[in-house]
């Protein structure tokens, strides 16, 4: 998505202002600087921990974590 398809869905930001920040903000070094920080977080993480997902079911919650 382009900056000017996402002004469209924010309120009183231009594509235009979009934009500028982008280019300001953004380059190559960045964005690879970006993608080693999630490796190193990812590689970090304690999955044995986790709970096993085999199926859709243990992706819902259960009925004790809903409050009408």
Known sequence: MG???AARHIP???GHELSLAAN???SIPTLNGAIADL???HAR???SQ???IRNR???L???SYIHL
């Open 24 to 26: 300001r903000h953004f």
């Open 39 to 41: 490796g190193n977080a």
């Open 3 to 5: 900056p000017y398809e």
């Open 57 to 59: 079911e243990d992706l």
């Open 45 to 47: 993480l304690d999955i």
């Open 12 to 14: 009183g930001v231009s």
């Open 50 to 52: 986790a709970p096993r």
């Open 61 to 63: 919650l259960p009925v």
